[in-house]
């Protein structure tokens, strides 16, 4: 198994990729690494790490790199030499098996949709976030691929992020639609018609979930638009790290308290461990002709050895494959033109 | 000032309600309050609370009440004698300045939006709620109310969310629409329409406002549609309840920082505080005809009084009036049919 590391993506490539890319190399021996990056650059870091002369590593020289603030479609049009272009291209000729990118997440969509194509039967691809809750976790799908959707597309994001679910063990996944209320009547009006096509397919379907339980994890997959699912991540973020702010300010309030708050960020190290993406290594774009793992920009070399692996059990699974089956199953395949 | 109160609204109702009043017609001594309800449910409340003679308070009766789990729309239909209902009649008979309720959010928007009509020129009300971040507060309007927007909708939003922020006495409030990039070519067909109009209107626009920075206020109002609102509205709710769950479970791992669980209790009550929609008392339905303000369904009594509190501060600031010249002036009020 092959897979392209894109060595220029995330705040801080090339070193973390680097960094992840020799644990990686080290802990998963059934695993080939393609480092994507520019040579003069990723040279250095990687005799640093050893690595010069590692068996089961290649180097591919890419002259450009998206940078994070790249507006997305532009950037893949503009930089056909970039790591991420030349990544999704080596999937596409059959070179490796997978890419790895912390970089720009909307040019890693561009990237993959443009060069690997979408696998037969999908209209669009979504990324599929794993997301802490209090009962373990859950499939959020899409995080911010596809921001204007139809119904048919939140239809295959749910046979998308079923198969996701079923590569990580979950044997019947439940699957549930985010909404604003537990009804069928409730919604909008997008939610509204794919409530009545996920009813109507042979899935686990067990109706909308509200926002108020979404962390309480009442479905293994909770599905949504990209806008809506981008908005609802980012968020998410913001408002953890708000109740850690203020959380820390009431224990500084109290001279007594300041000594225990240095005991509470123990717990909170622990908390991280609880909620963090760097055990999941980042997110699958599904419905790509091909795997791709887009990581978090702040990835540290954890998140990108686990983005790897997480690579690695979606090709050993067959994922694609099995969404393709699915989907004309599920009757929600579109034809190809 | 006159103030309709629905009794019967809010999980713990009409006890908590009437406690509430109670602390609203001590503390503030220039509101009158008519509390609407079943009079053989109160009656009994309103002499333990001793206000059975109190000369600030009218008791009115409503044979029925909606229960939160009615279909709003149905449910106002159904129940014309509903506490919500007279509430509403109340207002648009000139009988009252503002009705609040904790009841079912859903059927307080269409019984005002029934009863009492919208404002000249509003085309959809939309909530606003007042959401805590690490620098202050901010305003968040729609969080609920109209989950199908036009570019429109949201561009009246920003227009009323102004006013509110006013009223509350922010100078020239910073405008900012909830999307999915800074860039103005980001976000959804909706939001990339929004921001043209939000553009060309003379208020302090500051552009689109990311997830990820929501808990910053970096903008003083937050506009959205109601599908996206009321989700994040929930999901943070859900996650603030999940992140205090994973840390007293961090905290229990370990017996020493058992005791500094209790401690950590202390400032978690005041993180609350922080936090808390106790204090704002609830959020006003803004741009209909009159002054509504929705409490949360596990309204305390103390949040009973604030929402009586903001609805007379809203009546007093006479935000309606406001709304009106201000949607004329940046050119985006409807003609009336």
Same mark, same amino acid.
């Given at each position: 198994m092959r897979i392209a590391v894109d060595?220029?993506?995330? @705040?801080?490539a090339p070193d973390v990729v680097i960094e992840g890319t020799a644990e990686a190399l080290e802990l998963y021996p059934h695993i080939d690494i393609v480092l994507v990056g520019h040579l003069q650059k990723i040279n250095p870091l990687v005799r640093n790490y050893g690595l010069? #002369?590692?068996?089961r590593l290649t180097l591919v020289h890419a002259e450009q790199a998206i940078a994070m603030d790249d507006p997305s479609i532009s950037a893949i049009r503009a930089k056909k030499h970039s790591s991420m272009t030349l990544c999704a291209e080596l999937v596409h000729k059959g070179e490796a098996d997978a890419v790895v990118s912390a970089g720009h997440t909307g040019a890693a969509v561009a990237a993959t949709t443009f060069r690997m194509k979408l696998l037969p039967g999908v209209e669009r691809a979504g990324i599929a976030t794993i997301m802490p809750s209090t009962k373990g976790h859950f499939v959020f799908i899409d !995080?911010? !691929? #596809?921001?204007d959707c139809k119904p048919l597309h939140l239809a295959q994001f749910a046979v998308m992020g079923e198969i996701f679910a079923r590569s990580m063990g979950v044997h019947r996944p439940k699957i549930g639609l985010l909404s604003i209320g537990e009804e069928d009547v409730k919604g909008n009006d997008l939610t509204k018609e794919a409530f009545k096509m996920l009813s109507s397919m042979p899935i686990n379907f067990i109706g909308n979930v509200e926002g108020k339980l979404?962390?309480?994890?009442? !479905? @293994?997959v909770v599905v949504c638009d990209g806008f809506v699912g981008n908005i609802v991540l980012k968020s998410s973020e913001s408002l953890a790290k708000a109740l850690s702010f203020w959380m820390k300010k009431a224990f500084k309030k109290n001279p007594v308290r300041q000594a225990w708050a240095i005991l509470a960020t123990n717990a909170f190290k622990e908390l991280k461990e609880v909620a963090d993406y760097e055990e999941y290594g980042g997110a699958p774009l599904l419905g790509v002709n091909g795997v791709c793992i887009i990581g978090h920009g702040s990835s540290s070399p954890k998140a990108i050895k686990n983005a790897i692996r997480v690579a690695g059990e979606i090709v050993k699974f067959r994922v694609n494959e099995h969404i393709t089956e699915r989907l004309a199953e599920c009757g929600v395949a579109v034809k190809q033109q």
């Open positions: 060595a220029m993506g995330g @705040d801080k010069q #002369n590692h068996p !995080a911010g !691929a #596809n921001v979404l962390y309480e994890r009442i !479905a @293994d």
